[in-house]
């Protein structure tokens, strides 16, 4: 269903089922398409209710038909990820779009610095299909494994899946470790066995100069 037509193109072939994709990312489309916009990005009311407690609302299309649809979004980068039952974290402003049989939502990951203690929120996606994320650069993929934990800037983090734990370390950056750093930072720490998507370009994050 999901095809990758160069990298910045994701086409979508559809015989009558659905997906859900960002709003305003649709470029093109071919065929008998309906359209159907769904306000929260998560499944229900409570994931609307936490993303507007959150600031972290996300608007969401349901795009159903026959033909194929191409979606696009800032000439990102989209990379391909396949679920089997298993569940993918991702910045909700890098999820691209879901196939219908996969379910998405929002949960609670930790707390953004000792002293802020701002909540974090993360989008999830669960079940069988393909995901398509969105990345500023090629993504990498790292790999956690129990004798290697990972950090990661949160400026860079895409997404995760697998068996991981996520926490956070507060206070240091990898600017401050140069000692080029201001404000309280933080950094990601993962620990388990799993899969960390990175690109290589830092987007602007509430924890300082990081």
């Known amino acids: 269903m999901?095809?990758?037509?160069?990298s910045k193109v994701l086409a979508v072939e559809m015989t009558g089922?659905?997906?859900k994709a960002k709003n305003g990312s649709m470029v093109a489309y071919d065929g008998q398409m309906a359209f159907k916009k769904l306000t929260g990005g998560?499944?229900?009311?409570?994931?609307?209710?936490?993303?507007?407690?959150?600031?972290?609302?996300?608007?969401?299309?349901?795009?159903?038909?026959?033909?194929?649809?191409?979606?696009?979004?800032?000439?990102?980068?989209?990379?391909?990820v396949r679920l089997a039952g298993d569940r993918l974290f991702v910045e909700s402003s890098n999820l691209l779009a879901t196939e219908e049989g996969l379910r998405t939502g929002t949960t609670f990951t930790g707390l953004r610095g000792a002293s802020q203690g701002n909540g974090l929120f993360t989008t999830t996606v669960e079940g069988h299909g393909q995901a398509a994320i969105l990345?500023?650069?090629?993504?990498?993929?790292?790999?956690?494994?129990?004798q290697y934990p990972l950090i990661v800037d949160p400026g860079a983090y895409v997404a995760h899946q697998g068996n991981v734990r996520q926490s956070f370390q507060s206070g240091v950056t990898f600017r401050t470790?140069?000692?080029?750093?201001?404000?309280?930072?933080?950094?990601?720490?993962?620990?388990?066995?799993?899969?960390?998507?990175?690109?290589?370009?830092?987007?602007?994050t509430v924890a300082g100069d990081v």
Do not use: H, K
């Open 177 to 204: 470790l140069l000692g080029e750093g201001g404000g309280e930072a933080f950094q990601i720490r993962f620990e388990g066995d799993g899969l960390v998507y990175v690109q290589p370009s830092e987007r602007n």
């Open 42 to 80: 998560g499944e229900g009311l409570r994931g609307m209710v936490t993303r507007r407690l959150t600031g972290e609302q996300m608007t969401v299309m349901e795009v159903r038909g026959q033909g194929t649809c191409w979606f696009a979004d800032r000439a990102s980068e989209i990379n391909l």
């Open 135 to 146: 990345s500023d650069g090629p993504a990498v993929v790292l790999r956690v494994t129990p």
């Open 17 to 19: 089922d659905a997906v």
């Open 2 to 6: 999901f095809r990758l037509q160069g």
